[in-house]
Each structure stands twice: as C-alpha cells, then as structure tokens.
C-alpha cells in the first residue's frame, strides 16, 4: 500500500536549533519531491502557530508543510499560502479543554504548592494549559511528571503532555495521534498508507501502528521512543534529527511503503 501522508514532529526531529541548516536539504527535496506525488506532509508539533510559523521562516525550508497539527491537537491546513483551522474539530477541541480545565481549576492551587515546594522547576499557566512546568533539569522532569501522571489518573479524562523538560495538562481525547488520525480521516487516508516521525514523549500517541504503520525514530530518540517504535517494526535510525528522518523515509518509501 503506497505512502500518502506522512507525519512529523518539530523539534528534535526534523528540525535541529543549533545545525546549520537546521533542516537538511536533501530530506526537503525529499519531501517536495513527495508532495509533487500527491502525499500530504503533515509537522506535527508541540509549538503554537506563531512559534512554528517564525522558527519555519527563519529556516527558510521553500518546501511548505501541506498541514499542521499544534500543540499537539489543534489541526490547520494549508491553503492559498495561508493555514486555516480544521472545523468542527478545532471549535470541540477547545471546547473540550475549557470544560475539563475548569473542572480541574479547584485542585490546582494545592497541588502546586507541593510541587513548587518539593522540585527546581518553574510553573506558570499559558492559553492551552492551566498548569504548565518548565523543569530545570530532566531529572526534576521525571519527578514532576511521575507527581502530574499519579494526579491525571484521578480526573477523568485528564493527562499529562511532555517535551523534554516541558510539561502541561491536556485533554486525553486530544494528542498527536487522534489529531493525525482526523487529519488523516477527512483525507481518506488511513494509517496503513501514514508515516509518523518522532523523538519524545509527545511523539508516543502517533508512533503506534493504530495511527500511522511505517513508523521512524532519530537517532536522538529518547528511549522509550525507541523502544516502542522497535516494537513495532519500525526503523530506528543511526542518524540524528533530520538526517534521521531521512533516512527512515527513504526506507520505507523504497521499502514496503515505497512511491515509486
């Protein structure tokens, strides 16, 4: 079954902060070269519009993602050089999270004085999470997370996001694997013609062969990314970041799940 959508993560996975170019070349021809086949390229990121939008222009790709997927939920697609929101599902997305952050609203001061109290990390609330934590360490993340996860398990339909040493609060119905799956649905696409690249804990709900079958890990990977992704037959690269993606691309494309 040939590859007609193909999922990305950001950070850490097709783009590198501190290469140059952030974004290999050879992987953008790659996926223009794709697209000119018909398959939609999706980034699929943790980042807002605006952040992802900047960080894209001063990386200057010429290659233009066909959609996107932000904050790990949200859907907009690419049209006349603009991107639009996905409705209904952005409207009910953020319905959903106001409904159940409210909800949420009165347990929230005590739990962060425990958690301000007992790790290095800074909290703060943005306009799509009521609680989120900027860790200063990866250790002090794990701590903060494992306290975040025990406290998700006790509200309904709560769970816990991370990056790295990023973490908020979101909607359990809402992550980068149901977003894709929608987008994917409203395309007539299914996850056996679907790649998913990632490196972190917010890549985990799309690297699952329920929403995409050809799967793909950097080097970079973290290891439980690793790990699930070996599982599930997917390709674990010797590369990093871009490079890895690459890589893992062009061996499905010339693979199992191959264009051409």
Known sequence: MPIRLISTDFDGTLFAEFENPPIPPSLLHLLAEQQRQGVTWVINTGRDLGSLLETLARAEPRVHPDALILVEREIYVRQDARYVPVQPWNDACTEDHRVLFRRVAPGLPPLLARLGAAHPATFYEDAFSPLCVLAETTRAADAVQAELDAYAATVPDLTVVRNDVYIRFAHGGYNKGTALTELGRRLGIGPGETVAAGDHYNDLPMLDPVRARWLVA?????????????????????RLNGGG???????WLNGGGQNR
């Open 218 to 238: 950097p080097a970079n990977a973290i290891a439980p990314v690793q790990r699930q992704v070996r599982e599930a037959g997917g390709h674990i690269s010797a």
């Open 245 to 251: 993606v690459e890589e893992g691309l062009r061996r």
